[in-house]
């Protein structure tokens, strides 16, 4: 018996494509046209693992792992193109499939960390360090503060990339003293603010290693969540207090 295709609703059709930044994850294309001034969709829902598999691609994939036991589930299904879309389906290959499940599992958990932004709050204090950091231009008068620069190396795994491992460091070598005096500087003001601010760092790091598996997205996904929080207009300098955070053992402890 064949299952039934649903007509995704027009919030469905929405949250597919905003999953995607209204990008064909695949080629790059834009999923919207305009036309007279209008905007008009160039995009349709594949299902990953097929609505209704032939004897051929059952066989194919019979070892593949699915994202759910549900075809029609939005988790199965990703906005694509309609020349990928087509090319996908057409003739389909466990390479194919690997990567478009690998692609959609990578989306499925970034929403997951996305819906609990607003459950984990930020120290104010931490916005104004930010900006400091991104507008500040003589960090040399900054008092040296004992560290280990070894301890990058002790803490991340072959699940970060050699890039962005060689900038953690970067950061911690140029950034460590100049954020641990602003942090000092801060509890100056109002007592244990640095206490609570590393507390909150943390937090959301466990959260984040409850979602991903792998250095690199956590990571990514603490930057992304910092740059958020505090509207900064720097993504590197929330890069570079994520860093120091590693070096102080609150993420990748």
């Known amino acids: 018996m064949s299952n039934k295709r649903r007509s995704a609703s027009e919030n469905q059709d929405m949250v597919l494509f905003e999953e995607v930044d209204g990008i064909c994850p695949l080629c790059s294309a834009s999923l919207i046209y305009d036309k007279n001034g209008r905007k008009y969709r160039q995009f349709e829902n594949a299902h990953i693992y097929p609505l209704n598999p032939t004897a051929e691609e059952k066989e194919l994939l019979k070892d593949e792992r699915r994202l759910s ?13 309609k020349d990928c879309h087509g ?3 057409k003739p389909r ?8 499940y690998a692609i959609k599992e990578k989306l499925i958990k970034s929403g997951k960390s996305k819906s609990v932004w607003n459950t984990f709050n930020l120290e104010e204090d931490i916005n104004k360090i930010i900006e ?8 040399d008068a900054y008092e040296e503060i004992e560290y ?10 072959n699940t970060l990339t050699v890039l962005t491992k060689r900038k953690i460091k970067g950061h911690v070598s140029e950034y460590y003293n100049v954020v641990k005096s602003k942090l000092i500087a801060v509890d100056a003001i109002k007592q244990s603010s640095s206490e609570l601010i590393s507390s909150q760092i943390k937090s959301y790091y466990l959260k984040m290693s409850q979602i991903y598996d792998d250095q690199q997205s956590i990571y990514e996904e603490m ?3 910092l740059n958020k929080k505090t509207n900064s207009i720097s993504y590197d300098a929330s890069s570079i207090i994520i860093s120091f955070f590693i070096q102080n053992c609150e993420v990748f402890k």
């Open 93 to 100: 290959t466990v390479e194919e499939y690997r990567k478009v």
């Open 69 to 81: 036991s549900d075809i029609n589930s939005l988790d199965n299904l990703i906005a694509l193109c």
């Open 87 to 89: 090319q996908f389906d």
């Open 132 to 139: 400091e950091l991104a507008f500040e231009e003589n960090f």
């Open 223 to 225: 930057v992304t969540w």
């Open 148 to 157: 280990d620069p070894k301890t990058i190396d002790s803490k991340v795994d």
